[in-house]
């Protein structure tokens, strides 16, 4: 249980152009998704936490009109990367939780999707 | 604010060996939990093992056990009889009430045969 897919796995597009990546909790309902970024070898870096229904909380320092994120249903979020560029290519991986899911109310990863922006 | 810091970029273990990979942390939050992840080469993270703060006991599952001692803020993980498909990246995080995790900086851990 408590299985999270993303989708693509990985994305090669040209610069300028807008990329949707989605992440779908696929045996329980996430009232909380978060997006993380990670370059090679780097940290995962927390970009933005969505919670179902209503608008995303940013971290600071990440540009929310380059970075569209929408939890439209309990099962699903989308981060949209506006506009991309060469400096967007990264793994963007996502996480999803609801309390009462999980031992420890944990939060459960998407396997990441691979950016990369020509 | 939370923090958590990986001071062992890398580390290399002898298969079978037990090893110990660094983990400190600064938090405000009276409760909060404790986590480790392991990120081989595909990219996934796989939970290992959660220590919560006002766990008495260690936790340990499997070959996993965690290090807590709360006074120094530190939360070091020590895999037990390390095998060849233990290399990978490891992350510790802490995270509090509002869900959020915060990952250290990782260390990489090459088992060698």
């Known amino acids: 249980g408590a299985v999270v897919s993303q989708h693509p796995s990985w994305v090669i597009c040209k610069s300028g152009t807008s990329v949707k990546i989605e992440c779908r909790s696929l045996?329980?309902?996430?009232?909380?998704m978060f997006w993380y970024r990670q370059f090679p070898k780097q940290s995962l870096m927390l970009m933005a936490t969505?919670?179902?229904?209503?608008?995303?909380?940013?971290e600071q320092g990440v540009e929310k009109d380059k970075f569209l994120i929408n939890h439209a249903s309990l099962t699903l979020s989308t981060l949209t990367v506006t506009s991309a560029h060469p400096e967007d290519s990264s793994f963007y991986i996502c996480s999803a939780r609801d309390p009462g899911v999980g031992t420890y109310n944990e939060q459960f990863f998407g396997p990441g999707t691979r950016l990369t922006v020509l | 604010a939370q923090k958590i810091t990986q001071t062992q970029p890398g580390m290399f273990v002898q298969e079978k060996e037990a090893v110990t990979l660094d983990c400190t942390y600064d938090t405000s939050d009276p409760s909060y939990g404790l986590f480790w992840y392991k990120q081989p080469s595909s990219g996934e993270m796989i939970f290992l093992i959660y220590?919560?703060?006002?766990?008495?006991q260690n936790a340990t599952e499997g070959r996993y056990s965690l290090n807590f001692q709360k006074a120094r803020k530190s939360a070091n993980l020590v895999i037990s009889a390390s095998q060849l498909g233990d290399s990978a990246m490891y992350f510790c995080?802490?995270?509090?009430?509002?869900?959020?995790?915060?990952f250290g900086q990782g260390t990489t851990l090459q088992v060698k045969p």
């Open positions: 995080a802490i995270g509090g009430n509002t869900g959020k995790l915060i």
């Open positions: 969505s919670n179902e229904g209503s608008k995303a909380t940013y």
């Open positions: 220590q919560g703060s006002y766990d008495q």
């Open positions: 045996d329980f309902q996430a009232t909380t």
